[in-house]
């Protein structure tokens, strides 16, 4: 049961075949067969079976939400109430939130079964999973690889089969890097399509919620669930929300797709830019027609992503001071030494380096040279996806330029480590949706293909991923000793 | 050390700009949903937003914007039609955040003015912006044994913070535009002005410089002041201070000043090189402001008559001299007293100007009363002053009624009534107690009619005193004149 689809498993939670509860119990009993993984940070069993049992009641009263008794996993950055919340890192071992983040409670209301907290990167700083306090998580398509990150317990337990679907965010590439390694199905939203209300903040202006499932089908009923205006969240946008199902099926005949020749260029892994060629044609030959274009500004993310989040973050994680709650170092002698003590010892190397990186980029004498010239820079990308986005329907390209790497490869080298996000970073400046979807393997490991589109055309980037999946079956993909 | 309370400085002009901090008067919270009464108790007015649990995000209260927009209708200031929100970083135990959310570059408003009167002569200070913010939460540091408690109930709330240009050259001048001020966003609702409870308070930026030189001296910021009176004695000192150590060969140093109003002197916070940085940059978290034509216009249109424009129109249409037409514009609730007691008395406006500026004010003042406190409203008061018009009473014994009036809740009339305060009109009685005191005075009469006119006196006295004060006063003279002759 643990491999069928949502829309699968809802009719048969209604046809009787199994129930909620014995649903529930099977991803749990997989979830502790498969610990070695490290995807999760708390494993909520008791909350998962009460829900799982509400959810069959309401099932057995005729309730027809297709979420309704869906196991389902979130990310530990979104904040639960009663439950602990860590973000992955030592500063909030002892914090469980006194309410529930927005897309938590939306996932509640649609009858949504939680099995628990995922792990990931601290604070969501970092593309391998390797910064979590938690420990790393390990891809289970080769277990001595990264799952990439942020989001990497979320896409681990998904390709694992831990969860049906599970929750991820994206501020530089966390939702898709990891979908990538891991060859599950990834999107990024538009930002301010999901509330951030409750979503821990790394770098508010880039940071956005989403699904993270096993088909483009999946992640479209998972969307609808998370997406809407939330009036607790001013950078939410209140615009109607589609039905993301409703389009799936529609022809991709016609379909005009860019190709930016910055995203084949060098850095890129052979064996990754042939299978991203590949799936390419897949679409030409269903009817697509493709076009090189060209993103000169496209280099200048990495530097301008490393601004701009570092500086956000500097201020956002400022809270975290031992005062109210979190980590407090023992007996402190003073106010500074309760800082200094407190922050130094609860935050790991990772989120002190972005914090220093930030708080010099926007001191005085520096802001304009670095936080004012990022910021044109990032008005500079947004318009070179404007032209090209005038003249396209969608940008294709890889998620990353390598298949997943080793646990420890990177983790000595931050600015190698960064790279890794080369191809996803721009389109958090732009504030786009982005999905990534399998579209092979490489050395044995998954490869993810990035399809790129205008703000709020989830519904179009959905259709276009599932007629992919229509058409090949990398997505069904099973990772060895996951069946 | 001296201070002299004048402050003449020959060689010394003295140039201040004042920050003023007024907390405007929303039900919530300019970020949250969480309530601004004042006096609950510690951290029960702190929702998840005011202590910066972890994944809340702010949003913007829309009356404090409104609030700030009418206030810069109010100083004919420019209204941004896009401002922005900005984060100033820093670390501190009540700032839950560890940032301020503040505006910075682009304030809401800017570029505004306000008239100041001070001994006669009328002077136009320069208002260079006013920004929103949110407040921060206040440290308890007694009660807790070397401890510290933090009380988050304030955190949050909304400031209007409004930075005047140093156009000040006097204590007395600062003084008078913070009243002007105070008295302004009373006027127009946006602030409660207790400066007990820290609603309306101030900085000052202080220096000194040569006459007859063009550039500033440097300065130094003394913080937190909540009176006029510790602004003007606070400047007063800050400016000695610095005249002493100047001519005394030293130098200013730009620092932040604390003003310790129990030694009533200044003593230093932190100087300019421990200044911290607060790597402002706009809150990512919030949207930039922008308000419509239509919006101002709408704001406009529910702006009061402004204090200026109604002490003009006092002058004109009531003929009040300045020094009325100031005190009772001193306030709105004064004004809307003053011009309810003139229609609902019929009097005179001067004769309900001067009883307000006289014994009700005095009054007040004495029972430390707010005008919107008094025992008398405007109402009662008309009823007495009605009766001066219509000579039941005179004015002496009018102010036997209002001291009656003050201390109860009867109505004029019931206390003249009760009390038998009538006034004696009829000629018949007062000529019969004339004639009694004339027969019983012969000496005194002899003088009068030897020319000794201040015996004239002795007799008037006389009289009211046999009648309980209650004869006309004109009539008793007029009787006394013709049967003295």
């Not at chain 1, 998904?158 to 979908?179: E, H, K, N, W, Y």
């Not at chain 2, 424009?309 to 514009?329: G, P, V």
């Not at chain 2, 018009?389 to 001291?403: H, L, P």
């Not at chain 2, 201390?407 to 009339?413: E, L």
Request: with cysteine; hydrophobic share 40%; aromatic share 8%.
């Amino acid at each position: 049961m643990h491999n069928k689809s949502i829309n699968q498993l809802a009719k048969s939670l209604r046809a009787g075949e199994f129930s909620s509860v014995e649903l529930t119990q099977s991803f749990l009993a997989r979830i502790k067969q498969h610990q070695a993984l490290n995807c999760f940070i708390t494993v909520t069993e008791n909350v998962a079976l009460e829900n799982a049992q509400r959810a069959d009641a309401k099932i057995a009263n005729g309730d027809t939400g297709l979420l309704t008794g869906i196991p389902i996993a979130q990310k530990d950055i979104f904040c639960t109430q009663g439950i602990k919340t860590t973000c992955g890192s030592k500063m909030l071992d002892n914090f469980i939130a006194p309410y529930d983040a927005t897309i938590v409670t939306q996932l509640n209301e649609a009858g949504a079964v939680m099995l628990g907290k995922l792990n990931m990167d601290e604070f969501a700083m970092g593309s391998s999973n390797e910064t979590s306090f938690y420990g790393a998580v390990k891809n289970p398509w080769q277990t001595d690889s990264v799952p990439g990150g942020s989001s990497g317990g979320s896409a681990a337990a998904v390709a694992a089969r831990l969860s049906v679907c599970a929750t991820g965010t994206d501020t530089g590439g966390s939702i898709r890097q990891p979908a990538a390694h891991c060859g599950i199905t990834g999107l990024k939203p538009t930002y301010g399509r999901v509330s951030r209300y409750g979503m821990i903040a790394y770098a508010s202006s880039l940071d956005q919620g989403g699904p993270m499932a096993r088909s483009a089908e999946d992640a479209a009923i998972l969307l609808q669930a998370m997406a809407g205006f939330d009036n607790k969240d001013s950078t939410s946008v209140d615009r109607p929300v589609p039905d993301y199902q409703a389009g799936l099926a529609n022809s991709i005949e016609g379909l005009k797709i860019g190709l930016p020749k910055e995203f084949f260029g060098e850095g890129l892994s052979a064996s990754v830019g042939a299978i991203i060629e590949k799936a390419v044609e897949e679409y030409r030959k269903m009817g697509a027609v493709i076009k090189e274009i060209s993103m000169p500004n496209l280099k200048l993310a990495i530097p301008a992503y490393y601004v701009i989040a570092p500086a956000e973050c500097s201020a956002n994680l400022s809270r975290f001071d031992g005062v109210r709650f979190g980590y407090r170092c023992e007996t402190p002698k003073d106010l500074t030494d309760l800082y200094t003590r407190s922050r130094g010892e609860g935050f790991g190397k990772e989120v002190k380096r972005r914090i220093l990186m930030g708080t010099y980029a926007l001191s005085a004498g520096y802001y304009d040279a670095y936080y004012i010239k990022a910021q044109k820079i990032r008005r500079l990308i947004s318009e070179d996806f404007k032209k090209a986005l005038a003249d396209v329907d969608v940008i294709m390209g890889p998620v990353t330029p390598s298949t997943a790497f080793g646990i420890g490869e990177k983790i000595g080298n931050p600015i190698e480590m960064y790279l890794s996000d080369i191809y996803t970073i721009a389109i958090n400046l732009a504030g786009l949706p982005a999905m990534s979807i399998p579209a092979g393997f490489a050395e044995g490991k998954p490869v993810g293909l990035q399809v790129i589109g205008n703000y709020f055309t989830e519904d179009r980037l959905l259709n276009i991923a599932h007629q992919y999946q229509q058409a090949t079956d990398w997505h069904q993909q099973i990772p060895k000793g996951f069946e | 050390m001296e201070t002299s309370q004048e402050h003449e400085h020959p060689q010394w002009e003295v140039v201040i700009g004042l920050e003023i901090h007024a907390q405007l008067a929303t039900k919530s919270k300019i970020f949250s949903g969480a309530a601004t009464a004042y006096g609950a108790s510690p951290n029960t007015q702190a929702c998840a937003v005011d202590l910066g649990l972890p994944g809340v995000l702010p949003v913007l209260n829309e009356e404090a914007v409104r609030m700030a927009v009418k206030f810069g209708m109010a100083i004919e200031a420019e209204i941004a039609p896009y401002s922005v929100f900005a984060r100033k970083n820093y670390f501190y135990p009540d700032l839950p955040k560890g940032y301020q959310i503040s505006q910075f570059e682009l304030p809401i408003v800017g570029n505004g003015h306000m008239d100041i009167n001070v001994d006669g002569s009328s002077k136009r200070v320069g208002i260079t912006r006013a920004h929103l913010e949110e407040d921060a939460g206040k440290s308890l540091h007694e009660d807790f044994h070397g401890l510290t408690g933090i009380d988050l109930n304030r955190a949050g709330t909304p400031l209007l913070e409004i930075v005047s240009e140093p156009d000040m050259r006097s204590a007395k001048e600062a003084v008078a535009y913070m009243r002007k001020l105070h008295n302004l966003v009373r006027w127009i609702g946006i602030c409660d002005g207790n400066m007990q409870e820290g609603s309306f308070r101030c900085d000052a930026n202080v220096s000194v410089r040569p006459r007859g030189q063009q550039a500033f001296g440097t300065r130094a910021e003394i913080k937190n002041i909540n009176s006029f009176k510790f602004v003007e004695k606070a400047i007063n000192h800050e400016v000695d201070r610095q005249i002493q150590l100047i001519e005394s060969g030293g130098k200013i140093v730009q620092e932040t000043r604390l003003y310790d109003s129990v030694k009533d002197e200044t003593r230093s916070m932190r100087s300019k090189e421990e200044a911290n940085d607060y790597r402002y940059f706009p809150d990512p978290d919030l949207l930039p402001v922008s308000v419509s034509d239509e919006f101002k216009a709408h704001i406009k249109a529910l702006l009061p008559e402004l204090p200026d424009t109604r002490k003009l129109r006092f002058n004109e249409q009531y003929q009040l001299d300045t020094e009325n037409a100031d005190i009772l514009t001193a306030s709105r609730s004064l004004a809307d007293y003053f011009e309810t007691l003139v229609k609902e008395s019929s009097c005179e406006a001067k004769m309900c100007a001067n009883w307000m500026t006289g014994d009700l004010i005095a009054a007040l003042n004495k029972a430390n009363l707010e005008i919107t406190e008094s025992p008398i409203t405007s109402q009662r008061l008309a009823g007495l002053l009605q009766r001066i018009n219509d000579n039941t009473i005179s004015g002496k014994i009018a102010k036997q009624v209002f001291e009656g009036m003050w201390h109860s809740t009867a109505t004029a009339d019931e206390i003249i009534t009760e009390k038998g305060l009538k006034q004696i009109t009829d000629t018949g009685a007062i000529e019969a107690v004339i004639d009694q005191i004339i027969a019983d005075n012969s000496k005194q009469v002899e003088q009068y009619r030897d020319g000794n006119e201040k015996v004239f006196a002795f007799f008037v006295g006389q009289v009211m005193k046999a009648m309980q004060g209650k004869a006309n006063p004109g009539e008793v003279n007029k009787i006394l004149k013709t049967k003295l002759k």
